[in-house]
Structure formats: C-alpha cells, structure tokens
C-alpha cells in the first residue's frame, strides 16, 4: 500500500526541542523517503487543538503562521508535503462531528493527557479538551492516513482512533477508514525538561529553563543546557549503567537524537567526562543545530503573506483528498438523501 503520512502540531508556544526531536523531525526524514516511494505527507498546523486550552485570538492567529515558518525552516517544504492548518479545512470539524457519535465516553474518559490537564477541576475542563482525541482521529481519518510520526505521548490518542476506525467500519459495514500506524521516534520518544527529568520538555511548563524553544538566541540555548541539571557522576562507558540517572539519560538521548547516533555511541565518546565537559559539548551541538532554523524562520516571517500563501495551497489540496472522504463517511451514515 502507498504510504500516506500524516500528522499535526498545536500552534500554541512556539515549537520546542521536544516536539523538534520528537515529531518534526521525523516529519521531514519522511517527506524525503515516503516521496521517494510515491506516497504523500501532510503536515497541519491543529489550530483548532489549540482552542482546548485558553489562548488569546492575537497570540493564536500570530502562532499560527510562526509555527507554520519554524515548519518550513525545519525543512518541510510545501512543494513536496501538504502543509496546512485545520481551519481552512473544514472537513476535520464536520467528521468530528460524525465521529462523535461512535466514539464512547468510556473510551474517552481513559486518556490520560485529558486527566492531566483537567486535573482535578475536571467540571470546569472544556468539553473541547475531553473531545481532543475525536479531533485528531478526525485529523488522520480524513485522510487515510498510514502512518502517524508523533512523541510517545500521543501514542494512546492514535490507538483511540484506531478504535474508532475500527467501530465505524463495523456499524456501517464498511471498509472506509484506514487503521491508523503511530510512529514514535526511537531517538527521541520523549524528551525531558532539563530543570525536573519526571516531567516531559512542554511549552505549558512554568520553569522558563526548562524548555529550549527554536525561537531562542544562540545565548540562551546554551545558558539553558549549562545550567540543566545534572548529577556530580562522570559518564560511564554503557548506556544501560545510565538506568537510574534520569537527567543524565535525557541529555544524553538529546545529544543522540540532535547529532544522529545512538546513545551508546554518545556515552563511549564522553565515557569518564563529567557534565563540566558534556554540557558544553552539547551546547554547542544544539546552537549549530537550531541557530540556522531560527535563523531561517525569521527570515521567512518577513513576509507573512508567503507564509498565508502556503497554507491557501496547501489548504486546497487537502481539501480536494478530504471532500470525498468526508461524503462517503456521510453517505454510510445515511446523512446524503
Ligand atoms: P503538540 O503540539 O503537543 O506536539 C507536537 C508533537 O511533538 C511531540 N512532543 C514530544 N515528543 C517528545 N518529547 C517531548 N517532550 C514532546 N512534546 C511534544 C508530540 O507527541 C507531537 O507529536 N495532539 C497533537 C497534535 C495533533 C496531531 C493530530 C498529531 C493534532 N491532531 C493528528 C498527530 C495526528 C499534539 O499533542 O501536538
């Protein structure tokens, strides 16, 4: 089977290391070899996630085309991949609504990202925020997709709507939809903050410190991994003795997933080093790494109307392989007289 690539990204805070070695960057690996292959990619921004939490209209119009530049100067490029937002796509809110009715509660009230971000005020969480999962299954349904390349913790969403695939197809009888594939990065499955290595690197974390934003100086991103915690060990010479010393482990799985090896190879370059040699060697690695996308994203925001161009583009391109998904879903549903 062709592969079709799909997958989103929130287009509120700007994008992070997390989210760069997590998802994106296997977003553009796959734009080169799925091509190759004659399958397609498709990126979007999922503005319409990004209504789950609060966010100002001007910081979520202003986010979206920054992050649809930082997508661009990462390397997808809207010639070869779809690259859109899901508001110029309406499909995606009209098969949510389909879907909605054949996803369960029961199924929903398992997601643990909903139970994180209710916590305990779980009453007053948006109806948005527990519906998220619907949404995205909407978002890979649409378009048939194959394979999903996201971080470890949207892993349980795409099991979700593989569910839904699965229950759709049954109660109409039908073989529309495609069981969705979730690809999890295995350089980078989850990447830490540097300030508590328990808690995944989020743009929604209060330490400052603790997330390296693209959009960062030179300056910045190393003063953030000088200052990462650590622990006073050296390195020893095998990535498994690294087991129970979780801040050194997440630096080094950076330092891994940015440099392209695996982390053995990165624990026998620094075996016996300290952090006082390790922490600016990776300082260094992540500048020359992420100083030319930054670069390169402001660049491209001088001119925010190429940047809405794209997403117009792109947006009509999506919209012409979603339209006919989205009427067959209507039509097994007995919505089309
Ligand atoms: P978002 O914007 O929160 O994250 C975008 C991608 O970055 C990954 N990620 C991480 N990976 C490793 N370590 C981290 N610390 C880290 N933080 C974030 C996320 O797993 C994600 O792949 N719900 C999605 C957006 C979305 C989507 C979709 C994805 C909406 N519809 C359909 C795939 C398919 C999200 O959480 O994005």
């Given amino acids: 089977m062709t592969q079709r690539v799909v997958s989103g990204i929130k287009p509120t805070g700007n994008l992070h290391l997390g989210n760069y ?35 100002a209209p001007a910081d979520l119009r202003a986010q979206t085309i920054e992050m649809t530049a930082t997508l661009v100067a990462a390397g997808i490029d809207p010639d070869r991949s779809i690259l859109f937002n899901q508001t110029r796509v309406p499909a995606h809110s009209e098969l949510t609504w389909l879907l909605n009715n054949v996803a369960r509660v029961g199924w929903l009230n398992r997601m643990t990202q909903f139970k994180d971000k209710a916590g305990k005020n779980r009453e007053g969480a948006s109806i948005g925020l527990y519906d998220y999962p619907v949404l995205m299954a909407a978002d890979v349904l649409l378009y048939n997709a194959t394979h999903v390349p996201v971080g470890e913790d949207q892993k349980q969403h795409l099991e979700l709507a593989r569910d839904i695939a699965t229950k759709f197809n049954a109660d109409y009888a039908t073989g529309l939809f495609t069981l969705p594939e979730p690809l999890v990065s295995a350089a980078a499955p989850r990447i830490m903050s540097l300030r508590d290595a328990s808690s995944k690197m989020s743009k929604s974390n209060p330490s400052e410190q603790s997330v390296v934003k693209l959009i960062d100086s030179d300056d910045t991103i190393a003063d953030k991994f000088r200052k990462a915690k650590t622990d006073p060990e050296a390195l020893p010479d095998s990535w498994e003795a690294l087991a129970d010393r979780p801040e050194a482990r997440n630096l080094v799985t950076i330092y891994a997933a940015l440099a392209d090896r695996t982390p053995q190879a990165v624990v026998e370059q620094f075996a016996g080093q300290g952090f006082g040699a390790f922490k600016p060697a990776l300082a260094d690695l992540a500048v020359a790494t992420l100083g030319p996308i930054r670069d390169e994203m402001v660049r491209l925001l001088d001119d925010r109307g190429a940047i809405e161009a794209i997403l117009d583009k792109g947006a009509a391109k999506a919209r012409a392989l979603a339209t006919p998904t989205l009427r067959a879903a209507q039509d097994a549903m007995g919505l089309l007289t």
Avoid: N, P, R
């Avoid at 799925?34 to 503005?47: K, M, P, R, W």
């Fill in 21 to 55: 070695l997590g998802a994106v960057k296997q977003w553009v690996a796959m734009q080169d070899q799925v091509q190759a292959s004659g399958g397609e990619t498709l990126y979007f921004i999922a503005d319409l996630h990004g209504l789950t939490e609060w966010i």
